[in-house]
């Protein structure tokens, strides 16, 4: 969802061959160049997994573990950039822990289960990146059937249309314009300009729009997703989940959907679970 020229350090640039929008391998790449120009590889701690954070009078006591071990760390300092979006949030479906069907968090998806979804009915739950871009690798990935179920319209772009990029348009400088400008002729403009380029490639398919500004919260970039609508390989329901039986759910439209497997991209809880109240 991010172009090179975003993500990464003032010191260091990406590779001339690198993607636009890097991908993971390359992104990890990028890292390890980081670390290794830097030598910082030494103060680094590798697959440890911080338990408790307490301020001790005057410092800070860390605890983490590694190799099955507990450790503490002293420190006059302490900087917590894990995020806050730690812990996923599922929502609260009747039949979801009674279930055939295999239920999965965002989060827990990685790249090795997409051979899990060849010939698999597939519902994605959300349509933010994450959503979004699941959605689009199940199709690649030869599922049966996909569909992403979603309760809020956003802004959908195309990450690149006519040899244009969309990280041009969509910076800094240009939201903090569209604030200025009255809500309504904001609105009115980007509604002109998407249905214009939207239909020039996609006559006969309708979207619903957002009524509010592109802000970095409703916005989504993937390059394939209305291809794959288009095309019929995918589809884009406004609906929601009410009830998961054995090897379906019933939404709140009043429909049932057979399905094998349901990912929830609905996003995390705020909050950093190994820092108490201080």
Same mark, same amino acid.
């Given at each position: 969802q991010t172009t090179k020229y975003s993500y990464g350090f003032s010191d260091h640039i990406y590779p001339e061959n690198t993607s636009l929008y890097p991908t993971g391998k390359?992104?990890?790449?990028?890292?390890?160049?980081?670390?290794?120009?830097?030598?910082?590889?030494?103060?680094?701690?590798?697959?440890?997994?911080?338990?408790?954070?307490?301020?001790?009078?005057?410092?800070?006591?860390?605890?983490?573990?590694?190799?099955n071990k507990e450790h503490i760390?002293?420190?006059?300092?302490?900087?917590v950039a894990s995020g806050i979006y730690t812990t996923s949030f599922l929502p609260k479906i009747e039949g979801i822990n009674n279930t055939?069907?295999?239920i999965y968090h965002s989060s827990d998806f990685s790249h090795k289960k997409m051979k899990d979804m060849e010939n698999k009915n597939i519902i994605i739950v959300g349509n933010g990146p994450s959503g979004v871009d699941l959605a689009t690798n199940a199709v690649k990935a030869n599922a049966k059937n996909?569909?992403?179920? %979603?309760?809020?319209?956003?802004?959908?772009? =195309?990450? *690149?249309? @006519?040899?244009?990029?969309?990280?041009?348009?969509i910076n800094r400088i240009f939201l903090l314009l569209a604030r200025i400008v009255p809500k309504k002729i904001f609105l009115i403009t980007i509604y002109v300009l998407y249905y214009t380029c939207f239909h020039l490639v996609y006559p006969k398919l309708k979207v619903e729009?957002?009524?509010? %500004?592109?802000?970095?919260?409703?916005?989504? =970039?993937? *390059?394939? @997703?209305?291809?794959?609508?288009?095309?019929?390989?995918l589809f884009y329901i406004k609906d929601e989940i009410i009830e998961i039986k054995k090897n379906f759910l019933c939404t709140k439209s009043e429909k049932s959907y057979k399905t094998d497997m349901i990912i929830f991209c609905t996003g995390y809880n705020e909050e950093i679970a190994f820092l108490k109240e201080m």
């Open positions: 390359e992104v990890i790449n990028y890292f390890n160049s980081y670390l290794d120009k830097h030598d910082l590889r030494k103060y680094i701690q590798f697959n440890s997994e911080v338990k408790d954070i307490n301020w001790n009078k005057s410092k800070w006591e860390v605890k983490y573990k590694k190799d760390i002293i420190s006059e300092y302490l900087i055939d069907i295999d996909v569909v992403v179920f %979603y309760r809020s319209p956003r802004w959908i772009f =195309l990450r *690149e249309r @006519f040899g244009v990029s969309f990280h041009f348009f729009l957002p009524s509010d %500004y592109i802000t970095r919260k409703n916005l989504t =970039l993937n *390059e394939c @997703f209305f291809d794959y609508i288009k095309d019929k390989k």
